[in-house]
């Protein structure tokens, strides 16, 4: 039997709500305006999801998951660190399109603990697995010798404090910039003068 996760219907529902939220944020997206631009009934919408919010979440995972084995796919690669920075920054900016400060204001909303939650054990779980590339990197002279991995921890974990930042982000035309200027800056900061192709 054909999981309904698989049907045309779902998938429709899952690439308009990323479009609509991506665009206007989360609170300002209707299940009408989703269901709209899906071509589907609300019977429909609720055979999948409780409501807007368990949308939300599921589009969230997906795009974080998809983003996740990107990322592994990249550093799994037979190229120089320099490159695969250069391919995760690409990835990040990739994965950002689009995003409108709405979308991301409403994400660190305190009234949305459950998206809150998602992003920080995705964030911990991607800082982990950097953390253990770096290192390796580190070994192999990719990454300066006297950085301190703590220090890239240290800002790894200011990253989402940064880019919600009026002050910085005032600094931008938009969120995207300054996210792409602070992903820039900290990978381009870390490497050292051995890698080719920098």
Partial sequence: MKDPKETKSYLSIMQ???SLFWKHGIRRV???EICREAGVSKMTFYRFFNNKNE???KVLDGVLEESHLRYESIMQQEIPFAEKMKQV???KQDTITGISEEFIRDIYQQDQPGLMRRMEDYRK???EE???DFRMAQANGWIR???KLGFITYILDHLTSMIQDEKLISLYPNSQDAIMEVTNFF???ILSGNNPGT
Avoid: C, H, P, S
């Fill in 16 to 18: 308009n709500a990323r």
């Fill in 30 to 32: 209707t299940v009408e």
């Fill in 55 to 57: 949308a939300v979440e």
């Fill in 89 to 91: 920054i690409l990835l």
């Fill in 125 to 127: 779980q991607v800082i």
């Fill in 130 to 132: 950097v953390m253990e």
């Fill in 145 to 147: 010798k006297d950085m």
């Fill in 187 to 189: 990978f381009y900061g």
